[in-house]
């Protein structure tokens, strides 16, 4: 039945299987129930959506097999069909402590459990020993996963690391705007410029208003008025960046405009007091 997609008729002689065994365990302890029909009867429960059955009954299987990685898989996708994402969350650490999540790819997932329950210095433990042990790939999808996670713990300048690496993987400068960002949390607004450079250099960028922004805000910070006023000319071109870039390019109108008013001013100051100056008695 099951070959021929009769999933419902299935799952009935499965059940059916299953209650006949355990009233023969009842009876003689020493039959086994073989972990086949187990299986069976599991998959059937999925097929038949019925996933609160097949979650109690991964729970039965697994104090027989605790050591099975394909019960525990599949409990938790039962917890998450069933909405019950704590649960699937707790199953997924408890694969991880018993050694069970040796792939990229399950490293991965419970990284991004870590950072969606509020959790990233968990995440950055997972993800450096994934690293450390080989078991994660080496790619900017990861290294980004691991510099977002140290962001959120606010850990800025361990992002650095990571996020620089990503960057220069990446096809696309995104990775570089986030640098950007991570150098100004830091006020090293050398290596953020430096960052935002490269970003617009690299291009692709997803929000280029943004990268420009970030530009004009180091370049301020820099003291370099002019060449912030230029980056906040080009963020004005972008809908998003507009509003703000056009209140920075008046601000700095004003700025440059006061600034040169005092060297103007400190310029006459210097040649009038030159012209005051006493005349050098000559022998």
Partial sequence: HAIKDNFPRALSLAEDGM?????????????????????????????????????????????????????????GAAHSLLDEEDQAYQIRQ?????????????????????????????STRVLEKGFTDALLDKDADNYELLAISYQEARE????VKPLTTAAQKS??????????????FDEKYGSAES???KA????????????????????????????AKTAFVRAQNYEKSARNAGRWIRFLDNEIKRAEEIKARAERAAREAGSTLPADNAG
Wanted: hydrophobic share 40%; aromatic share 12%; net charge positive.
């Fill in 156 to 159: 800025w300048k361990k992002a």
């Fill in 94 to 122: 408890l694969m991880y402590a018993k050694g069970m999540l040796t792939k990229s790819n399950e490293l991965e997932l419970l990284a991004q459990l870590h950072l969606a329950a509020e959790t990233p210095w968990r």
């Fill in 195 to 197: 960052a935002c450079l």
């Fill in 171 to 184: 096809d696309d400068g995104d990775l570089y705007m986030r640098l950007c960002q991570s150098y100004l």
């Fill in 200 to 227: 617009v250099n690299k291009g692709k960028l997803r929000d280029a208003g943004t990268t420009w922004m970030l530009l004009g805000t180091t370049r301020y910070n820099r003291g370099n008025l002019e060449g």
């Fill in 19 to 75: 209650r006949k065994a355990r009233e023969l365990k009842a009876i003689n302890p020493d039959f086994v129930i073989r972990e086949t029909w187990y299986k069976f009867t599991i998959g059937m429960y999925f097929e038949n959506k019925r996933y609160r059955d097949a979650k109690n009954l991964l729970r039965e299987v697994l104090v027989i097999n605790p050591n099975e990685k394909t019960y525990w898989r599949q409990l």
